[in-house]
């Protein structure tokens, strides 16, 4: 009985190792394709697309840094990524700390109305911005552009953040309070610090959504010195002609640090969704 009992376990998870190997097989194996087509020439990639390249072609790299201007449009996206999320949560974490901590009737309306924006798909939104950066002649504009992910990032990062910081203890602000500190330090010193699994989470996550973003950036970024990442892979296709090698190489280059930062910080991620999911 026991014998069968074991064996029938051993192949329950035989089994769910399998269907796991394949779920995971399905989403590396576009990437594995791309690392490998990025190596290969373009004629290569159509004579034999599914195969080991024969030599390998790492000046399809050096292409896209440098004829593909991808240098330039990489410094252009981290600007716009790096201040975004500064700004970002700054303000979230302002507002959540008024939300969370202090006492007020009118501040659970204050959080609805930010957790509702949530609810407005970007799409929804374009006709109006357009015609607003026309009329403020904010076409070309990196602030106008970061404002945009601003509005459209910190209702879920409120929504997550004021989750968390309703889990901490008053006590701590009651022996702060004690000891003179004002709303600024127990912000700053106290909240802040200990609010740091939920606030990293919002910073990686808001990263990569703006990293990866394109429909915005292809909106209100003309400019060819302006582009960011996503337009600047556009560069790699024409009317006529498209270079693969150099498109698989730049997206590959494109993906790297996303795909490094999410590895290296992953531990806070989980940390912090399920913190603001079970404790808020």
């Known amino acids: ?14 089994a769910l190792f399998a269907g796991a190997l394949f ?4 989403f590396v194996y576009p990437l594995i394709y791309t ?6 020439s373009n004629h290569e990639i159509f004579a034999n ?13 050096a292409n896209a840094w440098v004829k593909g201007n991808i240098g330039k449009y990489f410094f252009n996206t981290l600007f716009v990524c790096g201040t975004y999320v500064v700004l970002a949560i700054l303000f979230s974490t302002m507002a959540s700390f008024v939300l969370a901590r202090l006492q007020s009737r009118w501040l659970k309306f204050v ?17 109006p911005l357009a015609r607003i950066s026309v009329a403020l002649d904010a076409s070309d504009n990196f602030f106008y552009l970061i404002s945009i992910y601003i509005a459209g990032g910190i209702p879920y990062m409120i929504f997550v953040i004021t989750g968390f ?14 000891d003179g500190a004002g709303l ?16 990293s989470t919002m910073a990686i996550l808001g990263f990569l959504s703006s990293w990866n973003d394109l429909i915005l950036a292809l909106l209100f970024l003309k400019k060819e010195s302006m582009r960011t990442l996503s337009l600047g892979l556009m560069n790699f296709s024409g009317f006529y002609t498209s270079d693969y090698a150099g498109i698989c190489a730049a997206v590959i280059m494109v993906n790297i640090p996303t795909i490094a930062l999410y ?5 806070y991620v989980e940390k912090g969704l399920t913190a603001g999911a079970v404790k808020g």
């Open 165 to 178: 910081m309703r889990t901490l203890p008053r006590e701590l602000e009651e022996a702060a309070i004690m």
């Open 23 to 26: 779920v995971s097989l399905v």
């Open 184 to 199: 600024g330090t127990i912000y700053a010193r106290i909240v802040l610090p200990l609010s740091k699994p939920a606030v």
């Open 263 to 267: 590895l290296l910080l992953q531990e």
């Open 111 to 127: 959080f609805f109305f930010f957790v509702a924006g949530m609810m407005i798909p970007i799409h929804a939104i374009l006709i």
């Open 49 to 61: 697309p599914f195969g080991l390249p024969r030599a390998l072609q790492f000046e399809n790299y």
């Open 35 to 40: 690392l490998l087509a990025s190596i290969k």
């Open 1 to 14: 009985m026991n014998i069968a009992r074991t064996r029938s376990i051993r192949l329950h998870r035989a």
